[in-house]
């Protein structure tokens, strides 16, 4: 951390900086210019103490960081990359993984006609919605319980791994037993409690990005959850608010590449939220895995036109297929699988 | 709801639009232009549902809602400005009113004596943070159960109602027992399982704008609260964010016209949060009133360069007062009281 | 200027960075951490200096700046705040200054009636505008060389000093002749030609925000007026683009706050651009004077539903002069006068 | 264009909308609601009338458009896609183009080098900054006239064309003379005189997106050029300002898709701008090609630690050989060339 004191600080004020810092255990370095003096606070963990702890102290013009504020989740704290380990499917690994299904499970039938669609298409991970976060109270909210029972019959009967959102700690048991990834939506990012109550359960999980959060800001989420004894912490690109409005919101492709290179865990992205229209999500699929994605979450319905949430952002089967087949292409160049 | 079909649609599209108009219990109109047909979609409640069921079926451009999707919240629900009454206390009445205390309750002493600072100079309800949300899971959390304890004291000795945020629906019969006012954070703007709790308890409650979320958004928020059972709440803009550094946030100070023009409920600012900086937060003060905010919420710590939490943006007992005799002014001004 | 150096950096590349400080003049001195080396760079003027100057060195981790990037606008360089003259008129002292007239300049009576109007009420300047940069270029683009010699009309008639737009350096010899004061758009913050050229001229000048500009590029622009040879900058708040579409664009009411911190520039606040919507100008204008500005840009319009361009954010007469018994309570309030 | 009334607005009131759209000669349709009215405004080019011609009338809530209000650049106007001839290179044809150099211009040999390594490692067109805006007054402006004058030589000497980035009108002669395309940048896309000017040369171009312009705006920024007698303007994404700060702008991906959906002009990426840091433009240029764009453009430099402008995003001549070979890979599963 960088303590720029103003011009003209007393000595006093320059050691009540040196003095705080000590309480923390830090060390100390003067730097004295002809205008002003900088002090430099040295340790291996600056990074624990918010920076306004010495913004606040008289005399004191500015500080920076230099420490990064996330820890576990950084690639300094662990260099070697995470591997999420589902079953028998690894993602953060050289096969690309596709998680596909509904926004919401609106019907047994609509479900598993959707799940065995996309995993004949080569999805690997089949997601459906029970629990419903909506922005407004009178929207369809999921089908609840009977959302979750249908994830148990529907990842026997298929086969695969099943995704689901947790919107409430109260629903973790139940969750967890039926339910193989639990995801974190991006409303609940920084729900702390939620994030600590998944972390403990230590199941294999997804969060999604805030819709307003810095990169910084998501690592230090996923430290909650790392933290609280997970390890199994996927992280989700799902596009942020801007000034746009040509799509529903930005997808911004190179937090990918700024999360490969500053943190060991595996990052998918979700084309159908940042895109919220079918015709532009095979584009953000495309350049997801062009940017190094670890994985992509798609939602994909029967019929699109009749969906009870999403529907407009939803693939059909055939386009579903489509697009798989230009994503085999482009895994392929990138040196991997899918 | 009108919905613009494509150049060339043709008559079956056409009839899918009004039929599915139709399902939903709303007229329809055909508006047939040289170019395109445009669909108009009427009724009193079109706004409840998302414009995209019908933006996905075949042969629509695009749709446009006419109604605002928020509904207990609006003026047109409810015409008369909502008063939060608590204790002998009005929120949304020709008084100004002023929140005030410790972003965290650190000890008896520390909450006590501001809780006597501010209202000794004028504030007519007391804060103080008992569980924090806070960005890294290294930060101090507050004192949690002891920090409600003290509310419960303070409030007792000081004769002053007091404010609390809630993160934790878990924490709710506590919380009711012993805080006056609820607060829900910024972060926690779309915890729906949170908002419902707290609607459902009747209490009086402050809920903060996301720092994401369009005022559209913040009144459908609202809309969770009201669907709930309160009538008891009370808006407050905090900031959004924005590509600006120099402050923490970004005051959108017109929001409180939006509010006032387009919601019956009262609308409060909170200066310190968006400032970030306790030499900004007398100007945003100043500003909120002069848009006609109907109250303040203000950190205020007896030291601030040692406070746990947001000591930055805190202001001293003497920078306080000094502030709340420039409020008199501008609240006179504006002809109300403080 | 604070270079941290990767973890295991080595010698040779710490002395990469203190070659390449003493190359542009300024000192060093070295921090030695348990993990890494931090480099401060010391000198009164490294702000001149970009930082990835240094980023760019192998072996660098980041780099932060010190000195803020601007000079000629700062408090720094300049510590009494900078009054400009305009005729009698001062801009930056106590008096507050409304400049107030039609966005473009439709006709001899239209722009007469408002000029007229305008002053009797209070206003000091008239603004018109007779060159119109618009988003499209089927609208309507200003009456232009028949716009000025309206305004040279108008100012002998009405005894006011006028503000105009200036949208193309070409015009600079008419408009400063024709024109009290210059104003530069926000489209146009960064068209560094039109800047210098303005600069040059001496002439005094409204220098708008950039819709997407932080302060303190804002203030770079400044700069370039400034180290052009002008001493008569003033700063123009109108708004900034974010994600809220309530109003037109964004309020920064902060800026007004930073601005007086860090500049001796005076500033001004458009509340009409900023929300776009006549309802909505009056709360914007008494929150500007409430944050401290130095005066307000208001347009106004005899009939704004027949208006060519900007009707929507235009006052009635009426309108005006209700806003400005409002704005002297406010003037007071705040120990100016209007 | 459709036009909502207030509720309760008299016929007096909706037969003024009314009558204001045959003004225009657009033909009306009245919707009589239980609540409300609604005026369907008809006509093959409502969008040229901004939508505040109408919401300033008595008696208006709101007014949305229907037809977008570009009109030159449209997909609607002109169906098939533009290709753009610069000698025998087309953009926006099966081969993809990669236009690559330094930033600025600084010397016979650096720029000669650049242009020869680049060529040789596949690029077809080579750029090079003369007059360069900069955010200060005080950075390097670029070698101007002689920067102008290595253009000629080297283009000649390379046989490739050049492109070089104009910014003031009075430098056009000279420009379309030397230079084979020119560019239009980020911060003077709404620089009206100058969009008018290079559409009038009829010379090639590329316009850059404003770094807080809608896509529409920049279609619209399209139409000057368009309007100005120009067919060969080709649109260049290059990073929008939002609060992410971990790279320098945020890579808007879906434009890509957006514009090749609603213009048939071509467009390409710039991803050493959004990028900001050399080792993010990797993962930027194959995301833009995956997404279908026409083209790169790419800073590279022979020693970027020298570098006197941008030397932070540029590559150096071993990174871009190792960029182009994974670059034709993505290329190739696009069915494309390179």
Known sequence: ????????????????????????????????????VVVAILGSDTGRVPTENFAVLPGVQSVTRIMRPYKLASREFKEKDTQVQIGDIVIGG?????????CSI???DQFLSTARAVTEAGATLVRGGAYKPRTSPFSFQGLQEEG??????????????????????????????????????????????????????GKPSILKRGLASTVTEWLQAADYML?????????????????????????????????????????IVDPSHAAGHYQLVPTLARAALAAGADGLLIEVHPDPTNALSDGLQSLTFSDFRRLMADLRLIAQAMGRTL
Do not use: W
């Open 106 to 108: 609106e019907s047994r």
């Open 94 to 102: 050289p096969k690309v993984a596709v998680i596909a299904g509904p």
């Open 227 to 267: 933290a609280s004894g997970s390890a199994q912490v996927i992280l989700c690109e799902r596009g942020i608010r801007t000034f746009e409005t040509s799509t529903r919101f930005t997808l911004d492709i190179a937090s990918v590449a700024v999360v490969k290179r500053d943190s060991h865990l595996p990052i």
């Open 1 to 36: 951390m960088i303590v720029e004191m103003r011009r003209g600080a007393s000595e006093e004020q320059v050691n009540g900086v040196v003095e705080r810092a000590h309480t923390y255990g830090f060390e100390t370095q003067l730097n004295i210019g002809t205008d002003k």
């Open 148 to 201: 979750v029972n249908l994830l148990e019959e529907i990842r026997q009967e298929v086969h695969a791994p099943v995704v689901s959102e947790i919107i409430d700690p109260h629903h973790l048991d139940e969750m967890v037993e039926h339910v193989d990834v639990l995801q974190i939506g991006a409303r609940n990012m920084a729900n702390y409690t939620l994030l600590r109550a998944v972390g403990r359960s």
